[in-house]
Antibody, heavy 117, light 107 residues
């Protein structure tokens, strides 16, 4: 079955760039859309954006100026970069497959990223 | 942006009883609504999509209904493993948005 695994630094300094990678197994990354979603501690879920293997992307307007999502088909991975981070960007970051550009299934286990000096 | 409002914030239910969770959207999303379950320390799991279609492997005690701006997730007979957080999500408009969640707790 399809499995996703996030990886990347758990601590990022304010004003720096958060970088995460999602490794996909059990499916080709060229077949679906792929998304990043985050969840601040104790709070709800926020869709960050999605990417297709040909490079097309769509981002949440609230983050659009700071977000880049890209795909590496050779490694079956996709990545998130979020620039100029602040403490408000502290969250669990999930990667997920997007079904029909609609709902998210399955999800990775999530990785906590803390923004702090 | 479509605002999702879930109620109640916390629902206290006894095992074996029925739980009814509500999700309202700030404008019509037709039937473009999904429900997820999240347990502590775990990622959300898809339960329902298209407002009423159960995802693969989801037990029949979970059912979804509604269209337009009002939706309901019903758990017909709560099992111990069902005590968790539940989120709704709309996919009719961009950006995709989620409700703030309903926590189902043991009464």
């Amino acid at each position: 079955q399809v499995q996703l695994q996030e990886s990347g630094p758990g601590l990022v300094k304010p004003s720096e760039t958060l970088s995460l990678t999602c490794t996909v197994s059990g499916a080709s990354i060229t077949t679906y859309f792929w998304s990043w979603i985050r969840q601040p501690p104790g709070k709800g879920l926020e869709w960050i954006g999605h990417v297709f293997h040909r490079g097309s992307t769509n981002y949440n307007p609230s983050l659009k100026s700071r977000v880049t999502i890209s795909v590496d088909t050779s490694k079956n991975q996709f990545s998130l970069k979020l620039s100029s981070v602040t403490a408000a960007d502290t969250a669990i970051y999930y990667c997920a497959r997007v079904e029909n550009l609609d709902w998210f299934d399955p999800w990775g286990q999530g990785t906590l990223v803390t923004v702090s000096s | 942006e479509i605002v999702m409002t879930q109620s109640p914030a916390t629902l206290y239910v006894s095992p074996g009883e029925r739980a009814t969770l509500s999700c309202r959207t700030s404008q019509s999303v037709s039937s473009s609504l999904a429900w997820y379950q999240q347990k502590p320390g775990q990622a959300p799991r898809l339960l329902i999509y298209a407002a009423s279609t159960r995802a693969t492997g989801i037990p029949a005690r979970f059912s979804g209904s509604g269209s337009g701006t009002e939706f309901t997730l019903t758990i017909s007979s709560l099992q111990s493993e069902d005590f968790a957080l539940y989120y709704c999500q709309q996919y009719n408009n961009w950006p995709r948005t989620f409700g703030q969640g309903t926590k189902v707790e043991i009464k």
